[in-house]
């Protein structure tokens, strides 16, 4: 789709500055006046500044990606170097790997015969994991060990790459620490707001993407025009950013309403009117199971080894950290 897109898009650099600005006021201010208030604001500008970061990664509000990586090197939520989110998600971005447990990076599913070898203990909290109050409460944690096992398995093997993101990380994360630690916010009180952060982004991702047999369908519409559609700048319309990456935020709504009906049959209408209805279906009921339900059972897999290739049979005994439930907050 042919949209003439400027040189600096504007809507996204004032928004950059409003987030800082507010992250600011939450560290100082907001905690003097009362710190319960501090932290909610903190974790609130720490969830807009991912989704700005996502705009980054797409190539907003400059066409210099370096300067669009400037704008948001400070690593707000302490967690996830920009670096490995920009190579993960725009790998995330080949459709007909969406959800996959192996060839999906953002996938929270994983492969049946790797979930048949876990322990109860970890299948019983990767159940949890699959409410929505389980990915609020559990999910960055999750998400984070299964992250960090799978970059650290990397770096051992040689990858250059991700070894390099992890440490332009470290003065990401020092520069935001002295900062906290020169304001009134104490150091404790800032973790919770990080990881409140991270809560707040897993529940657009907690059923942004479904195992479907099309890839068309497995890409959601939320039609909600809330505060979170804000703080996600508007990928709850996510069918539309998928079809349409380089359009920035402030232009989904309005590329949706021209064609609802033909986003609606692309994805097969998978849709939800709103967060509100999120929570009230799958706050405490899990949208789908863990392993993915189209791939083959642990039987199947059994049944079939003889004709494995040594690729796939290397990728089976993996650590299950490599297997899914790697969703970060793309």
Known sequence: MARHIPAIEWPTLALAFACYLAWGIGITWMSVFWLPAGIALTALAGALHSSLQHEMIHGHPFRNPRLNELLVAPALTLLIPYQRFRDTHLAHHSDETLTDPYDDPESNYMDPAVWGRLPAVMQAILRFNNTLFGRLIVG?????????????????????????????????????????????????????????????LKIRTFLEHQAHADSAGRTVIIEDRGLLAFLFLNNNLHVVHHMHPG?????????????????????????????????????????????????????????QAGS???????????????????GLHA
């Open 308 to 326: 494995l290739t040594d690729t796939r049979k290397e990728r089976l005994n993996a650590p299950a950290s490599d297997h899914g439930n790697r």
């Open 140 to 200: 960055p944690l999750v998400a984070q060990v299964c992250f960090m096992s799978s970059d650290w398995m990397a770096i051992r093997n040689g990858d250059r790459a991700v070894a390099v993101a992890w440490l332009w990380h470290v003065p990401a994360v020092v520069l935001v620490l002295w900062l906290v630690a020169l304001s009134p916010m104490p150091l404790w009180a800032y973790a919770i707001a990080a990881y409140a952060s991270l809560s707040i």
């Open 247 to 303: 359009v920035p935020w402030y232009a989904l709504p309005k590329l949706f309403r021209e064609r609802r009906d033909a986003f609606l049959a692309r994805n097969f209408g998978y849709r939800y009117a709103s967060y509100a209805e999120v929570f009230s279906r799958h706050f405490v009921t899990a949208k789908d199971p863990v392993p993915h339900p189209l791939r083959p059972t642990p039987l199947d897999v059994s049944a």
